[in-house]
């Protein structure tokens, strides 16, 4: 037995970074346990969800498309709608998407090359448990790598997101062409968050930032706190 909250990280064909979300939770105080994308049931005591960074399915068709109808996405949606908060990083992001989880769609860089850099994004709202060891205004330094990464949506969706409070990452540099330089959007409920930028490559200063532990920081405390709420 732990007092660690346990975190699922789906693992899909072709993700690349869930060992590495695994390592940097553990580092955070969780207890990772990887669930592969054939399951359809989470582990027993999962009180958060993670879905990697990586190239799920190898990318055909779209980004995440695949993976959104691989059979352990009905547990997350169960889980999501229960509640518990769920995290897309990165593939994880676009997978929300497809999976309608999330608002928006992730299309190609505008300049139509991967992007891998250091980024700088700034926090638009700390409503959602995911941001709140951040504050409003806080510039955060978080590797991107990706070359689907400029999210989109219609006006309208936009400038509603934007009035709720959901945008809650935004760009400090224009990196790759994302609508208002959305970095990260979170659901209305605010338990399902995704951001293109890999918090999981940020968790230790010798690596040039720790900015990302804020945010799995962040995401441990809500899956301590989910465990609580009776079932």
Same mark, same amino acid.
């Given at each position: 037995?732990?007092?660690?909250?346990?975190?699922?990280?789906? !693992?899909? #064909?072709?993700?690349?970074?869930?060992?590495?979300? @695994?390592? =940097?939770?553990? =580092?955070?105080?969780?207890? #990772?346990?990887?669930?592969?994308?054939?399951? %359809?049931?989470?582990?027993?005591?999962?009180? *958060? !969800? &993670?879905?990697?960074?990586?190239?799920?399915?190898?990318?055909?068709?779209?980004?995440?498309?695949?993976?959104? $109808?691989?059979?352990v996405m009905e547990a997350v949606r169960t889980f999501a709608a229960n509640g518990g908060p769920v995290l897309g990083i990165c593939n994880g992001f676009q997978t929300l998407c497809e999976a309608r989880?999330?608002?928006?769609?992730?299309?190609?860089?505008?300049?139509?090359?991967? &992007?891998? *850099?250091? @980024?700088?994004?700034?926090? /638009?709202?700390?409503?959602? #448990?995911?941001?709140?060891?951040? %504050? !409003?205004?806080? /510039?955060? &330094?978080?590797?991107?790598?990706?070359?689907?990464?400029?999210?989109?949506?219609? /006006?309208? %969706?936009?400038?509603?997101?934007?009035?709720?409070?959901?945008?809650?990452?935004?760009?400090?540099?224009?990196?790759?062409?994302?609508?208002?330089?959305?970095?990260?959007?979170?659901?209305? @409920?605010?338990? !399902?968050?995704?951001?293109?930028?890999?918090? /999981?490559?940020?968790?230790?200063?010798?690596?040039?930032?720790?900015?990302?532990?804020?945010?799995? @920081?962040? $995401?441990?405390?809500?899956?301590?706190?989910?465990?609580?709420?009776?079932?």
């Amino acid at each position: 037995m732990t007092d660690r909250p346990r975190i699922a990280v789906v !693992v899909f #064909p072709g993700s690349n970074d869930d060992h590495d979300a @695994a390592w =940097a939770l553990g =580092a955070m105080g969780a207890e #990772p346990a990887l669930v592969w994308h054939q399951q %359809t049931e989470l582990p027993a005591g999962t009180g *958060a !969800v &993670v879905l990697p960074g990586g190239f799920s399915y190898g990318d055909y068709l779209r980004a995440g498309a695949i993976a959104s $109808l691989a059979p352990v996405m009905e547990a997350v949606r169960t889980f999501a709608a229960n509640g518990g908060p769920v995290l897309g990083i990165c593939n994880g992001f676009q997978t929300l998407c497809e999976a309608r989880l999330l608002p928006g769609i992730l299309r190609p860089n505008r300049q139509l090359e991967f &992007v891998c *850099a250091d @980024a700088s994004v700034r926090v /638009e709202s700390v409503d959602a #448990p995911f941001m709140r060891r951040c %504050t !409003v205004g806080q /510039e955060l &330094v978080i590797p991107v790598k990706h070359g689907e990464g400029a999210w989109y949506a219609d /006006e309208g %969706t936009f400038v509603q997101l934007a009035a709720r409070g959901r945008i809650v990452l935004r760009y400090a540099d224009d990196v790759n062409g994302a609508l208002g330089g959305v970095a990260g959007v979170v659901n209305d @409920a605010g338990n !399902v968050m995704g951001l293109m930028p890999h918090p /999981e490559h940020a968790v230790d200063p010798l690596l040039g930032s720790a900015d990302g532990g804020l945010l799995l @920081a962040a $995401l441990v405390d809500a899956a301590a706190e989910h465990l609580l709420v009776p079932a």
